[in-house]
């Protein structure tokens, strides 16, 4: 009971946002699910997510045209790739790392104790493009 009425009251706090604190699939940015995704703030331009990835899961290749994610490991390790340039980093409880816009990147927990970051995201609109080997991955139906 006390559960649903968080949800609630954060969908008062920011509406159209739900805090979802068990497992979830995100529709609106690519098909992959994580073990928690909650928004602490969005004005236009930019948001503040909390992310929680536990073993095996992952943020799928994807880029952003206009924004820069900015991670911020809480409990880590975590692991992001990019590509152009092409790179590994290792980010451990308290280490932040920017990947500019234009830029693919994927995101893990590397180990099997998962990871929690904060993500901030901005400053411009929100995209989300999907990335695969070849390159963005078509959305046209």
């Not at 206009?66 to 390790?77: A, E, L, Q, V």
């Not at 830029?103 to 901030?120: L, N, R, Y």
């Amino acid at each position: 009971m006390k559960q649903q009425n968080q949800a609630t009251e954060d969908e008062n706090r920011n509406p159209g946002v739900v805090d979802t604190r068990d497992d979830i699939t995100s529709k609106a940015a690519g098909e992959y699910s994580i073990k928690r995704r909650e928004t602490l703030a969005e004005v236009p331009g930019l948001r503040v997510r909390l992310l929680t990835l536990l073993e095996g899961q992952s943020v799928p290749w994807h880029y952003h045209n206009n924004i820069t994610d900015t991670f911020f490991c809480r409990r880590g390790p975590m692991r992001i790739l990019t590509r152009s340039p092409d790179a590994s980093y290792i980010l451990c409880d308290g280490d932040m790392l920017a990947v500019n816009p234009g830029t693919p990147h994927f995101v893990e927990a590397s180990s099997a104790a998962g990871c929690d970051f904060m993500i901030i995201q901005g400053v411009g609109e929100y995209d989300y493009v999907p990335v695969n080997d070849q390159g963005p991955v078509s959305t046209a139906n």
